[in-house]
T-cell receptor
């Protein structure tokens, strides 16, 4: 049973560029959330997608946007990259049922130079 | 504004002894609490959870205690094993299906 898969695993971009990260949820899961984890910090919630719509959003600027596809996979897009966007980006999925824990992928390490 | 706080960045415990990891929170609306374990180069792995209607939940060697009046929860690992060495994150949410608020983590080292 495949868990949450993310691609790419590592990425290096230049300040001002745009980036797209991809996520496939665990089989049977329909809800996808994205988190940013800076060095030495806990993961910070970016947004959550359910039924192809953004259901909840954290305190991140509009440069961060996302999408969920009919097969429940998801993309995270970041425009006008800043040095401070360098972090581990984690995707997590759940089955949308109450008290269902999130299952995380291994993340995409983004470095902005 | 850090709503979930893990005030001990690191903890070292001998194999076979009890590990106690602590977590405090400030938002009284939190009703679902979880612990995750994270190894280097991997995503967080779910360990155990507890809802606000309970004060204790056990799963094998792992027990989570919730003290709502003190806004405090703890994770007990008994007995501790070297393979338990990892970073442990406490997380909480308002309404179980939504955003998780994480602490900064506690790095546990279990020595043989």
């Amino acid at each position: 049973d495949a868990g949450v898969t993310q691609s790419p695993t590592h990425l290096i971009k230049t300040r001002g560029q745009q980036v797209t990260l991809r996520c496939s949820p665990k089989s049977g899961h329909d809800t996808v959330s994205w988190y940013q984890q800076a060095l030495g910090q806990g993961p910070q919630f970016i947004f959550q997608y359910y039924e192809e719509e953004e259901r909840q959003r954290g305190n991140f600027p509009d440069r961060f946007s996302g999408h969920q596809f009919p097969n429940y996979s998801s993309e995270l897009n970041v425009n006008a990259l800043l040095l401070g966007d360098s972090a581990l980006y984690l995707c997590a999925s759940s089955n949308g049922q109450g008290y269902s824990p999130l299952h995380f992928g291994n993340g995409t390490r983004l470095t902005v130079t | 504004d850090q709503q979930v706080k893990q005030n001990s960045p690191s903890l070292s415990v001998q194999e076979g002894r009890i590990s106690i990891l602590n977590c405090d929170y400030t938002n009284s609306m939190f009703d679902y609490f979880l612990w995750y374990k994270k190894y280097p180069a991997e995503g967080p792995t779910f360990l155990i959870s507890i809802s606000s209607i309970k004060d204790k939940n056990e799963d094998g060697r792992f027990t989570v205690f919730l003290n709502k009046s003190a806004k405090h929860l703890s994770l007990h690992i008994v007995p501790s094993q070297p393979g338990d060495s990892a970073v442990y994150f406490c997380a909480a949410s308002v309404d179980s299906g939504y955003a998780l608020n994480f602490g900064k983590g506690t790095s546990l080292l279990v020595t043989p």
